[in-house]
């Protein structure tokens, strides 16, 4: 049996007019961002969804939902998403600057 994690699913479609990463928004060099799929499922199902966005003719990034990181202050660990921007966690200087 695999362990039920959550995990999420990026889909891009390629577009050549986008020619550069965007700081803090989701397209990114040659991908236009389409949509976001968030899963609790084993990996075996999501490589399937991938799969068949891969299929359609889309690019699909797979990334586990949530990181553990460690809060700047206080030090305990606490999990956050993974597309946070910087600013806005806790483990970051400037989210405590502000």
């Not at 050549?16 to 990463?21: G, M, S, Y």
Request: hydrophobic residues 30%; proline residues 2%; charged residues 30%.
């Amino acid at each position: 049996m695999t362990k039920t994690t959550a995990y999420t699913v990026e889909v891009y479609k390629a577009d050549k007019r986008i020619r550069k990463d965007e700081r803090f928004g989701r397209n990114k060099k040659g991908l236009r961002f389409v949509k976001v799929v968030d899963l609790n499922c084993n990996y075996s199902t999501v490589w399937n969804v991938a799969e068949s966005f891969r299929t359609e003719g889309f690019v699909a990034h797979v990334y586990e939902t949530f990181v553990t990181r460690k809060n700047l202050v206080t030090g305990k660990e606490f999990q956050e998403r993974y597309d946070t921007p910087y600013f806005c966690s806790p483990s970051s200087e400037s989210y405590f600057s502000m």
